[in-house]
């Protein structure tokens, strides 16, 4: 799905702003009935522009407030050893994104701990797993911007 309409637009905005409003609220807040909404909505999940909803937690408050970038660099570039790594780093829950890389880093990881002695834990179980030639990680100081909210085309058909 690659076409949106004012409507559609607007229902994305206000869920990625509050995705637990209730089908009413979300309803009137773009003008539709509840009906054509849910239609509306039901439609973007179905072709998977709308993945699924979830709560966003603070991870301070769960325990997990350091945030860490692993940047990995490889001699192995095959589809073996990277479908080994892939198997590897799914399973590290720490691990909540990993993305292939171009330029100079191969793969970068964005890794949530507790402290330093968390994640040389979480470091030790992934050279455990697959052969790394180099890694290297940064330490978050402070997070100056965050959201999950992915820009929406044409945004002035939201006003």
């Not at 076409?3 to 637009?9: Q, S």
């Not at 909803?53 to 692993?70: K, M, N, Q, S």
């Not at 330093?116 to 990680?137: G, M, N, P, Q, T």
Request: contains cysteine; negative net charge; aromatic residues 8%.
């Amino acid at each position: 799905m690659s076409e949106f309409d004012r409507l559609d637009l607007r229902l994305l905005a206000a869920l990625q702003e509050d995705a637990s409003v209730s089908l009413g609220d979300l309803a009137e807040s773009v003008g539709l009935s509840t009906n054509a909404c849910w239609r509306r909505v039901k439609r973007l999940e179905e072709a998977g522009v709308i993945r699924k909803r979830v709560a966003l937690l603070d991870p301070a408050a769960v325990g997990c407030p350091v945030t860490v970038f692993v940047a990995v660099r490889t001699n192995q570039h095959t589809h073996e050893w990277l479908d080994a790594f892939a198997r590897a780093v799914q399973t590290i829950p720490e691990v909540v994104e990993f993305y292939r890389m171009s330029g100079d880093l191969d793969y970068l990881l964005k890794i949530q701990v507790a402290d330093i002695a968390h994640y040389d834990r979480v470091y030790k179980r992934l050279i455990r797993e697959i052969s790394l030639s180099d890694v290297s990680a940064s330490f978050a100081m402070e997070q100056i911007k965050y959201t999950t909210a992915i820009p929406l085309p044409d945004k002035t058909v939201l006003s």
